[in-house]
């Protein structure tokens, strides 16, 4: 009989989750190439509408504009804040809090500066050795994603990008090199992080600028259906090497609710979750669910496909899927008669009026993280990571030093809270990396004031910090959560 279980398993994965883009830094160093997520500026007379604009439609004359070596413009995410230099004191402060896991990902130009490279760069490979050796000696698992929102810069100026199906080469050669390299070092792998969030933006996704593509859907349905069978292709490579297969797909999931019960919401709402469902249907079975016929004919998009590609994705579905979870977003079928629409363009949802939200409009929804695992385990019955949640806020330092940041806290508590739920209810779920356990640049408005870190990193908005770390209220917190394996919240 199946067993009721009541705690999170002994060998729950507990940690906290970056981006190479956000944190690293030293753009110029080590033989690293520009990347997509390079050209996205900070510019704090602009209005504050743009700053995410620029995430959801990057253009054109932005990308030259940043690929001007005489550039005045800052550009944070070249900056990060320094972990290149500072990761092993970043590690031991991840260590101290008690990590299990650090989810972390490759900078692609580091290991290909351009992309298109035959031969990898030695120094940006020994730079991730250092990394994980780092990370290991403290025993912490490293979980790695291949790619989050930063292909090489020269594949998107030059080939298009991944409309293009020549990088699909690219990417199966940097995903075997990095394999092969890491084979004994890493475990867990995850493709591309929040695949399905091509649909929002092309730019850092797939490296597609928009105004280029009079077809935009086309497009973005044409690099995603490459990048599915890139995704395949690198599984199939791990799994040769390393029969126990690890390798995970990552989605943005915001749980839709309709709006009212009335019927055509009921309906609106099925359609937009299945805009994110799309992918995870995809990777874990393996093949094009029924709905893509009608859905693909209703946008006018005809994809161009390989006869090997239904063969590859068939035979190498991902083993596990990992997801970020931040809010919820209520659907309606008639927006204009509502008012307002969630600070967040993900969805193009309404307000609930039931939720609070965050300082960015976020709607803050722990009981949705349940609802959530349990539609997805219902969906695919493989194990589940909550790769990201978090809080993104305005953090005061006090003048004693201190950072009390316990609306943080009562945001992480009442998420954890609701995966006990979730595995009290049977769901398969083997880890939790919280966003940002230490302060970064945030990847769609390219500040660094919208924090969400354990760990304070003294730097603002135009890169002017000494770019200390302190510990917030939040990291004696987490440790404490961590020790007590998510027994004790409070
Ligand atoms: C996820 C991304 O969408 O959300 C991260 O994978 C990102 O890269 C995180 O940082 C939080 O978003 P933001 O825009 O607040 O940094």
Same mark, same amino acid.
Not at 459 to 466: R, Y
């Given at each position: 009989m199946i067993q009721l279980k009541t705690k999170f398993p002994e060998n729950f994965l507990w940690g906290g989750a970056t981006a190479a883009n956000q944190i690293e830094g030293g753009s110029d160093e080590g033989g690293k190439g520009l990347s997509v997520a390079d050209v996205y500026i900070f510019d704090e007379n602009m209005p504050k509408e743009r700053w995410t604009d620029q995430w959801h439609m990057m253009t054109h004359k932005q990308v030259e504009e940043a690929m001007d070596p005489n550039s005045t413009k800052h550009y944070p995410k070249r900056h990060g804040i320094d972990f290149y230099h500072h990761y092993k004191e970043d590690i031991a402060l991840f260590a101290e809090m008690g990590f299990k896991v650090y989810r972390m990902s490759l900078a692609w130009t580091r290991i290909f500066p351009n992309g298109d490279e035959s031969i990898p760069n030695e120094e940006g490979l020994a730079f991730y050795d250092r990394v994980f050796d780092e990370l290991l000696k403290h025993g912490i698992e490293p979980l790695v994603s291949l790619s989050h929102y930063e292909m090489p810069l020269h594949l998107a100026t030059k080939y298009g990008g991944w409309v293009n199906r020549k990088v699909i080469d690219y990417y199966v050669r940097f995903a075997t090199t990095v394999f092969k390299r890491y084979k004994e070092k890493v475990k867990y792998w995850i493709t591309f992080n929040e695949i399905n969030c091509v649909k929002h933006h092309p730019w850092t996704s797939i490296g597609v600028v928009e105004e280029n593509h009079p077809h935009i859907e086309q497009a973005k349905f044409q690099g995603a259906h490459h990048q599915f069978v890139a995704s395949a292709m690198a599984t199939k490579v791990w799994k040769e090497m390393k029969p126990k297969v690890n390798v995970g797909t990552m989605i943005s999931y915001q749980l839709l609710v309709p709006y009212s019960c009335n019927p055509d919401d009921i309906q609106k709402t099925v359609e937009k979750q299945r805009e994110s469902l799309f992918f995870t249907d995809v990777q874990a079975r393996g093949n094009y669910p029924a709905y893509t016929a009608r859905m693909l004919e209703e946008k006018n998009v005809v994809l161009e496909t390989q006869p090997e590609d239904e063969q590859i994705m068939r035979e190498n579905p991902v083993d596990f899927i990992s997801f970020s979870y931040y809010m919820s977003s209520a659907v309606s079928s008639q927006p204009e008669k509502l008012e307002g629409a969630v600070g967040n363009l993900i969805t193009g949802g309404v307000e609930n009026p039931y939720l609070p939200k965050s300082d960015w409009g976020w709607q803050i929804d722990p009981k949705g993280l349940r609802t959530a695992l349990n539609q997805l385990y219902d969906r695919y019955q493989k194990p589940l990571f909550v790769a990201e949640n978090g809080l993104g806020a305005v953090d005061i330092v006090k003048e004693d030093g201190t950072i009390e940041d316990d609306y943080r806290i009562d945001y992480l508590r009442k998420h954890i809270e609701q995966i006990k739920e979730a595995i009290m209810d049977g769901v398969d779920v083997f880890g939790y990396t919280s966003w940002g356990c230490i302060d970064m640049i945030s990847a769609s408005t390219s500040q660094m004031s919208k924090r969400y870190g354990y760990i304070y990193v003294d730097? &603002? &908005?135009? =890169?002017? =910090?000494?770019l200390e770390r302190k510990k917030k209220k939040s990291f004696h917190w987490y440790k404490k959560v961590i020790a007590s394996n998510g027994e004790q919240l409070d």
């Open positions: 730097q &603002d &908005d135009l =890169g002017n =910090g000494t």
